[in-house]
């Protein structure tokens, strides 16, 4: 395929599935600087791998995989990239939603940033409604192991918006 | 708030997505994440290992007969030649890290394992390179003189291989500790989020 022909169908891509990278971004940094840095990282290592994707696998689920891989392994570097904040120093309004239950929302929110960078992933894609099957091709984590995790998450967050 | 509540609030957030995204221009842009720097650094490190020699050859061009009878001068050059290989396996080793397709999980697995080898090379690549100079000292005065290596030939060898030694289990130590805080943390971190998907 030429480059260009490439390039034109992966940006194609990008922009059909867009929201997705937004969203991990919002999971893994905490402010706007660091979105779009991380944002800007996701695309460039998808750009990278994307000659190696065959289709074997959805592409959202393809996308998921990077987009996780890039935030998690890329956090922890902190003079060359982005610095994992502490959830006392998430900014007051985390998302642009339609608020209505704001107040609510914002301490689940905040709960959420306490987990694990795992089980952030996991509640992740939880919320976004993708199954099992599909939980363990991104992270590679058996679906016994997931429904168990899962379960746990949920107690934990309860502890926590309680707490909060 | 349960998180089934927040499911769909999330299903139907729409996000402000800045409108200016031009896709096409983040592919082009450099990355900047942890792998990408360190590969500019092998990048630069190999350049410059394999450029040295050269300089040293330019700037002496007008005794090049000489230099090319020089013990230390080839001495150099197996250490730079050294050198690029060392900064070639590296670069191909963090180069494998940069695969970000893979399942979370193997994708932790790889990079500890990576990590890991990375680390225990590089301990015996500044054990090579000491020994390396250790026996420089030792065999250069049997084949030409210098002021500096004469007098520390001087002393007894009892000093010196005592100093030597010494200066092996101070590097041990040293490098050790610069490894632990450089990667130990990263490695922990990583061994860490593996254990906790197992």
Same mark, same amino acid.
């Given at each position: 395929?030429?480059?260009?022909?490439?390039?034109?169908?992966?940006?194609?891509?990008?922009?059909?599935?867009?929201?997705?990278?937004?969203?991990?971004?919002r999971?893994?940094?905490?402010?706007?600087?660091?979105?779009?840095? %991380?944002?800007?990282?996701?695309?460039?290592?998808?750009?990278?791998?994307?000659?190696?994707?065959?289709?074997?696998?959805?592409?959202?689920?393809?996308?998921?995989?990077?987009?996780?891989?890039?935030?998690?392994?890329?956090?922890?570097?902190?003079?060359?990239?982005?610095?994992?904040?502490?959830?006392?120093?998430?900014?007051?309004?985390?998302?642009?939603?339609?608020?209505?239950?704001?107040?609510?929302?914002?301490? %689940?929110?905040?709960?959420?940033?306490? %987990?694990?960078?795992?089980?952030?992933?996991?509640?992740?894609l939880?919320?976004?409604?993708?199954?099992?099957?599909?939980?363990?091709?991104?992270?590679?984590?058996?679906?016994?192991? %997931?429904?168990?995790?899962?379960?746990?998450?949920?107690?934990?967050?309860?502890?926590?918006?309680?707490?909060? | 708030?349960?998180l089934?509540?927040?499911?769909?609030?999330?299903?139907?957030?729409?996000?402000?997505?800045?409108?200016?995204?031009?896709?096409?221009?983040?592919m082009?842009?450099?990355?900047?994440?942890?792998?990408?720097?360190?590969?500019r650094?092998?990048?630069?490190?190999?350049?410059?290992?394999?450029?040295?020699?050269?300089f040293?050859?330019?700037?002496?061009?007008?005794?090049? =007969?000489? +230099?090319?009878?020089?013990?230390?001068?080839?001495?150099?050059?197996?250490?730079?030649?050294?050198?690029? +290989?060392?900064? =070639?396996?590296?670069?191909?080793?963090?180069?494998?890290?940069?695969t970000?397709?893979?399942?979370?999980?193997?994708?932790?697995?790889?990079?500890?394992?990576?990590?890991?080898?990375?680390?225990?090379?590089?301990?015996?690549?500044?054990?090579?390179?000491?020994?390396?100079?250790?026996?420089?000292?030792?065999?250069?005065?049997?084949?030409?003189?210098?002021?500096?290596?004469?007098?520390?030939? =001087?002393?007894?060898?009892?000093?010196?291989?005592? =100093?030597?030694?010494?200066?092996?289990?101070?590097?041990?130590?040293?490098?050790?500790?610069?490894?632990?805080?450089?990667?130990?943390?990263? +490695?922990?971190?990583?061994?860490?989020?593996?254990?906790?998907?197992?």
């Amino acid at each position: 395929m030429q480059k260009q022909e490439a390039e034109k169908e992966f940006e194609q891509h990008i922009k059909e599935n867009e929201l997705l990278i937004y969203k991990v971004c919002r999971m893994y940094a905490h402010t706007s600087a660091d979105r779009k840095d %991380l944002f800007q990282e996701i695309v460039i290592q998808l750009w990278n791998a994307y000659p190696k994707f065959r289709g074997e696998s959805k592409f959202s689920t393809w996308l998921y995989r990077v987009a996780l891989n890039t935030a998690i392994t890329g956090l922890r570097k902190k003079k060359d990239f982005i610095e994992s904040r502490e959830p006392s120093q998430l900014p007051e309004r985390i998302g642009e939603e339609n608020a209505g239950r704001e107040e609510e929302l914002l301490q %689940l929110y905040k709960a959420i940033g306490q %987990l694990s960078e795992i089980e952030k992933a996991i509640v992740m894609l939880y919320m976004e409604d993708r199954s099992y099957e599909e939980m363990e091709e991104i992270l590679g984590m058996s679906q016994v192991n %997931l429904r168990v995790k899962m379960n746990r998450i949920k107690e934990k967050l309860r502890q926590l918006t309680k707490n909060n | 708030m349960e998180l089934e509540e927040l499911k769909q609030t999330w299903k139907e957030t729409t996000i402000t997505k800045n409108k200016n995204t031009d896709i096409m221009d983040l592919m082009k842009q450099k990355s900047y994440g942890p792998i990408a720097a360190l590969k500019r650094e092998f990048r630069k490190q190999i350049t410059v290992m394999a450029l040295l020699p050269l300089f040293l050859l330019f700037t002496t061009i007008d005794d090049i =007969s000489q +230099i090319f009878n020089n013990v230390l001068f080839w001495s150099y050059v197996a250490f730079c030649a050294g050198m690029v +290989i060392f900064g =070639s396996a590296n670069y191909r080793i963090v180069k494998k890290m940069g695969t970000m397709d893979g399942m979370v999980r193997y994708n932790l697995e790889q990079q500890i394992g990576l990590l890991e080898t990375r680390l225990k090379w590089k301990l015996i690549a500044l054990r090579i390179v000491l020994l390396f100079f250790v026996v420089l000292v030792e065999v250069v005065p049997y084949f030409q003189h210098y002021r500096m290596l004469d007098k520390w030939h =001087s002393l007894s060898p009892l000093i010196r291989f005592g =100093s030597y030694a010494a200066f092996f289990v101070l590097q041990y130590f040293l490098s050790r500790i610069v490894s632990e805080r450089k990667f130990g943390g990263h +490695i922990k971190y990583l061994k860490a989020l593996v254990s906790e998907m197992r």
